[in-house]
């Protein structure tokens, strides 16, 4: 298995494309939402979906790494480390990365030389994906944030990451969650059942939840939420 790539260095895929710092915009998730996630959240244990992903019996063959897409805090990271794999680790957000520093060294110190950071994007970190590199992809609640022009060929690149018999999890808006009824034009990405159907051609569906009803973010405040909840494997 190849090396993981230093990082946060020049050569990481940044908001500027040259490392020197500049802050990338989400614009579905912007800092009231990122404030709201935060909140919500706060001690919540990893997604169920990821558990149950991690509870599959992958085969020899498939590569123990894992790619965190949107890690916020880390706490999904952290639970991909303590199952054996090396992780990268992206999000958008400098706090995001730091807590996930953090709370990386605070409680598996020993596990932290395999895990990577950047602070970046799946559209500026999709085109250094090497095909087949992951045995398990985790997007928790970031695809939706991908821009519509963007959408297609960062998932391309992303379902081309996965190797044979590894492993995707991660959550779709359907077009009634209220985020995608409230977005601007062209602002956050939603697909319909139909439209994730055709997203996992060549997968093999382990579990799907699609939710469509009132619920509340994390703990905090009430949103209507139309979730694809997926876990599949790459045939």
């Known amino acids: 298995m190849p090396p993981l790539p230093d990082p946060l260095t020049s050569d990481a895929p940044r908001g500027s494309g040259d490392g020197a710092g500049i802050p990338i915009k989400v614009p579905g998730f912007d800092a009231t939402r990122c404030a709201q996630y935060l ?11 990821l558990m149950q992903a991690l509870a599959v019996t992958l085969a020899p063959s498939v590569p ?24 990268v680790a992206i999000d958008p957000y400098a706090e995001m990365i730091l807590r996930t520093r953090r ?16 602070e970046t994007t799946l559209e500026l970190y999709a085109p250094s994906i090497r095909h087949g590199a992951f045995g ?4 928790g ?28 999890v ?5 077009p009634n969650d209220e985020f995608i009824r409230e977005s601007g034009r062209d602002v956050m990405t939603c697909q319909t059942a139909e439209e994730v ?17 009132e619920g509340h973010i994390g703990r905090g405040r009430a949103k209507w939420w ?5 876990v599949a494997r790459r045939e």
């Open 39 to 49: 909140v919500g959240t706060d001690g919540a244990p990893p997604r169920a979906q």
């Open 64 to 87: 123990r790494r894992a790619l965190d897409l949107g890690c916020g805090p880390g706490r999904e990271t952290l639970a991909l480390l303590h199952a054996g794999f090396e992780v």
């Open 103 to 118: 709370l990386l060294q605070s409680d598996a110190a020993e596990l932290v030389h395999r895990a990577q950071l950047f």
């Open 136 to 139: 398990l992809v985790h997007a």
């Open 141 to 168: 609640f970031v695809l939706p944030f991908v821009l519509p022009t963007d959408f297609a060929l960062a998932f391309d690149s992303l379902r081309a990451g996965i190797a044979k018999g590894g492993l995707f």
């Open 170 to 174: 991660g959550q779709f808006f359907g």
């Open 197 to 213: 159907d055709r997203l996992f051609d060549g997968f093999e569906i382990l579990s799907r939840e699609e939710v469509d009803r």
């Open 226 to 230: 139309h979730v694809h909840h997926i």
